[in-house]
């Protein structure tokens, strides 16, 4: 059997006393592809935003390459080969950010001089 590369159990996340995911556990090996299918709502991009350490999660627990991890930041998920492209590409409207700006998974920072002639 492949390594598994990620495992979450009993992932809770609530916004204001609403529960987002209730209960929700994953696991991901090596060479899979999964889609993570849902109505509007259903949580999806909040499951992946604590398995990149964007969102910090209210209940369950997390490895990462059999790593149990308690605090996980974008950067510390980065560092463990962890990234996420985000739905919201609304984000990069402004031309005039977009020249000055790059984003990365750990936020907004300028670019390299290279990159924006
Ligand atoms: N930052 C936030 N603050 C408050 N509520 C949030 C926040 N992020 C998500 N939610 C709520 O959590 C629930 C799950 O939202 P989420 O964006 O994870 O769903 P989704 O499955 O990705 O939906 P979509 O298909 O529209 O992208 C929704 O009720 C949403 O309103
Ligand atoms: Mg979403």
Redesign the pocket.
């Known amino acids: 059997m492949t390594e598994e590369l990620v495992r979450a159990e009993h992932i809770g996340?609530s916004?204001?006393g609403?529960a987002?995911?209730r209960d929700v556990s994953l696991s991901l090996r090596s060479g899979e592809v999964h889609a993570l299918l849902?109505?509007?709502?259903?949580?999806?991009?909040?499951?992946m935003?604590i398995v990149s350490g964007v969102?910090t999660r209210d209940a369950g627990e997390l490895w990462i390459m059999g790593e149990q991890v308690a605090d996980l930041t974008p950067h510390s998920a980065q560092e463990r080969g962890i990234a996420i492209i985000h739905?919201e590409l609304n984000l990069c409207s402004s031309r005039p950010k977009a020249r000055g700006s790059c984003t990365s998974p750990t936020g907004w920072r300028s670019c390299p001089r290279s990159w924006t002639g």
């Open positions: 996340k916004f204001s609403v987002a995911l849902g109505e509007n709502g259903a949580g999806k991009s909040t499951l935003k969102y739905q």
